[in-house]
C-alpha cells in the first residue's frame, strides 16, 4: 500500500516537473521571441529624436541607454518596448503625443553619449527628423474651404516651411481656398501641426524624409 | 597575540551596509524623476554624475564592434568606470550596484521552497557568451546584448512603466528558481564576464584565515560559485585559538568574486576578513 503511494506521489511530482519545466520553457521562448524578433521592423519609420542619423546606423550606434529620454524636459522622447513599432530600448517621439519643441540647447544631443544623436546639429533647422506631408487632402478642412490654417499658424518656421497658397474655390467659383503648403527642404518634421491637427485622424502627418532627385532617365526640357 | 579576524571590529553586518547601498543606487537612478536632471542622470548603460560622462564598458565594446568606430568620448566614460572597478576589485558591480543582482537575492530566498532541479553550468560559460556577445554585435552590427540585458531592461521599466520586455527579467527569474541557482549572475552574464576579467588585476581581496577556518563549508552555501572558497578551506586547519601562533592567510584570488560579504557575515570562526591581496607562499 505505501509502496503504491510512493509511487504515486513520484508519478505526481514528475508530472509537476514536466509542468513547470515547460511552462518555464514557454515563457522564456516568448520573450525571447519577442525581444529578437527585430529584423521584421527595420522597414518601419519611427521618428527618432533631433540629430539621429540614418535608421541603420542609429540602430548600431544606439547602446539603448535611454539618457535622451530622461533629459527630455517634456517627455515628448519615449523609449520603445518588445512590442512597440521599432527595436527595444531605443528612443522614438510619438507625435500625436506631443511633439519637439526644439529646444535651444538640445539636452537630448548633449545627452547622447555616442553620436547616435550627432552633435552636428546646432540649431533648430538643422534638425531632419521627417517631413509633414497632408496625407488625408479629403479630410482637411482647409482644402474643404473653411479657414482653419491651424498647422500652418503653429508652425514654428511659418511661412517658411508651411506657407498658406490661395486658389478660387472650383465648386463654388465664388470662396478662396486657402491651401497649405509644405516646403520639405525647410520642414524639420517636429510634428507639431499633426499634434495641432483638430481633426480626430490628423490630416497633416510626419512621414519619412526622402530626398530624391529627378530620375537619370528624365531631363528637364528647359535646361537643354 | 592578535589575530586578524578574530578581533572585536569583525561586526557581522555587512550585508545589511550592502543592501543599503543597493537600494540607494536605485534612488539614485530615480532621482531625476523627482527633480529636473542635475546631479545624477542616466541609467546602468550609461549616465552623468556631476558632468562626468560614466558608460557600461560593456555597452562601450558593443558599441565599437556594431559600429565599427572608435568614439573617443565614449571610450574614455567606459574607461573610467572600469579603471574604478579594476581599484576596488572587479565585481563589485555586481554585488553593490546591479539592480539585477539584488532581485536574485531575493529570489533565491524563495528557491528553497520550489526548487526541482540544480543543473550546475561551469562560471567559466559566461566568458564565451561575452565573446559570443561581442562576435554577433559585430556580425548585426547591433549591440546585441542590450535587448536582454536584466539591469538594462530593469532601469528602462523604472522609467517606462511594466512593458512585455519584463518578460526576459521573469523568464530568467523562473529559470533561477526552478532550474539552476542564480544562474545567470554565476555563468551567463556578459557585463560580469568582464568584471571578472577586470577582478583579476585588482588587489582587494577577501582573505581566509587557515588557521582559523574549520572547513564548516557554511560560506559555500552562501556563495555565488563554492569553487573559488573550496579551494581554499579543504586546506583548513581550524586549530584552536591559543595554538595559533602565526597567519596563514590566502586570498580569493578568482574574479569571480562579487564582494557581496555573505560569507563574511556566516562564518562562525570570524575567519574572513577584506583586504590587500596576500602572497602565495607555496
Not at chain 1, 538643422?126 to 497632408?134: E, N, R
Not at chain 2, 532541479?117 to 546584448?145: A, G, H, N, T
Not at chain 2, 579551494?231 to 592567510?249: H, P, Q, R, S, Y
Request: charged share 20%; proline share 4%.
Amino acid at each position: 500500500m505505501r509502496g503504491e503511494n510512493e509511487k504515486i506521489n513520484q508519478s505526481r511530482r514528475d508530472f509537476f516537473r514536466r509542468a513547470i519545466l515547460s511552462s518555464v520553457s514557454i515563457v522564456t521562448g516568448f520573450s525571447l521571441f519577442k525581444v529578437l524578433n527585430t529584423k521584421s521592423k527595420v522597414n518601419n519609420f519611427v521618428i527618432r529624436p533631433p540629430g539621429a542619423v540614418n535608421e541603420e546606423e542609429f540602430l548600431s550606434k544606439c547602446i539603448r541607454c535611454i539618457k535622451c529620454v530622461i533629459a527630455c524636459p517634456y517627455e515628448v522622447i519615449i523609449s520603445a518596448d518588445a512590442e512597440d513599432i521599432t527595436d527595444i530600448g531605443t528612443p522614438y517621439l510619438n507625435l500625436r503625443e506631443g511633439y519637439c519643441k526644439l529646444c535651444a540647447d538640445f539636452p537630448c544631443i548633449a545627452a547622447c553619449p555616442t553620436d547616435a544623436l550627432s552633435d552636428m546639429v546646432k540649431k533648430p533647422k538643422d534638425v531632419m527628423m521627417g517631413t509633414a506631408v497632408i496625407t488625408n487632402r479629403e479630410a482637411c478642412l482647409a482644402l474643404r474651404g473653411l479657414r482653419c490654417e491651424v498647422c500652418y499658424r503653429i508652425c514654428p518656421f511659418i511661412d517658411e516651411a508651411i506657407v498658406i497658397k490661395e486658389r478660387l474655390n472650383p465648386y463654388t467659383l465664388r470662396h478662396t481656398i486657402y491651401e497649405p503648403i509644405v516646403h520639405k527642404e525647410i520642414c524639420v518634421g517636429c510634428g507639431r501641426c499633426e499634434q495641432a491637427c483638430v481633426l480626430d485622424e490628423a490630416a497633416i502627418e510626419v512621414l519619412p524624409l526622402k530626398r530624391g532627385d529627378i530620375s537619370k532617365h528624365y531631363i528637364e526640357a528647359y535646361e537643354i | 597575540m592578535k589575530i586578524k579576524g578574530s578581533d572585536k571590529n569583525y561586526v557581522q553586518n555587512r550585508r545589511i551596509i550592502r543592501h543599503i547601498v543597493q537600494i540607494l543606487f536605485i534612488i539614485l537612478f530615480f532621482s531625476p524623476t523627482i527633480g529636473y536632471p542635475s546631479i545624477y542622470y542616466g541609467t546602468l548603460i550609461s549616465s552623468s554624475f556631476l558632468g562626468i560622462e560614466l558608460s557600461d564598458p560593456l555597452a562601450v565594446l558593443e558599441n565599437i564592434a556594431a559600429h565599427k568606430h572608435f568614439y573617443p568620448d565614449l571610450i574614455i566614460s567606459g574607461f573610467i568606470v572600469l579603471s574604478f572597478f579594476i581599484l576596488i576589485g572587479g565585481r563589485f558591480f555586481c554585488g553593490w550596484v546591479c539592480p539585477y543582482y539584488l532581485l536574485s537575492e531575493i529570489i533565491n530566498k524563495v528557491r528553497n521552497y520550489f526548487a526541482i532541479y540544480d543543473i550546475k553550468i561551469s562560471s567559466s560559460f559566461k566568458y564565451w557568451f561575452f565573446i559570443s556577445v561581442l562576435i554577433l554585435s559585430f556580425i548585426l552590427s547591433l549591440p546585441i546584448f542590450e535587448y536582454f540585458s536584466p539591469p538594462g531592461i530593469l532601469l528602462r521599466t523604472f522609467f517606462n512603466g511594466l512593458g512585455i520586455s519584463i518578460f526576459i527579467i521573469i523568464s530568467i527569474l523562473l529559470i533561477e528558481i526552478f532550474i539552476s541557482k542564480r544562474v545567470w549572475c554565476k555563468s551567463i552574464c556578459p557585463i560580469g564576464a568582464l568584471y571578472s576579467i577586470a577582478g583579476k588585476f585588482s588587489k582587494l581581496k577577501i582573505n581566509i584565515n587557515k588557521n582559523i577556518c574549520t572547513n564548516c563549508i557554511k560560506c559555500h552555501n552562501e556563495c555565488i560559485d563554492s569553487n573559488m572558497l573550496q579551494n581554499i578551506t579543504e586546506n583548513a586547519k581550524g586549530l584552536e585559538k591559543n595554538k595559533i601562533k602565526k597567519f596563514d592567510i590566502e586570498s580569493v584570488k578568482s574574479g569571480e568574486c562579487t564582494y557581496c560579504f555573505q560569507c563574511y557575515d556566516v562564518c562562525p570562526k570570524k575567519a574572513i576578513s577584506f583586504g590587500w591581496i596576500k602572497a602565495n607562499k607555496n
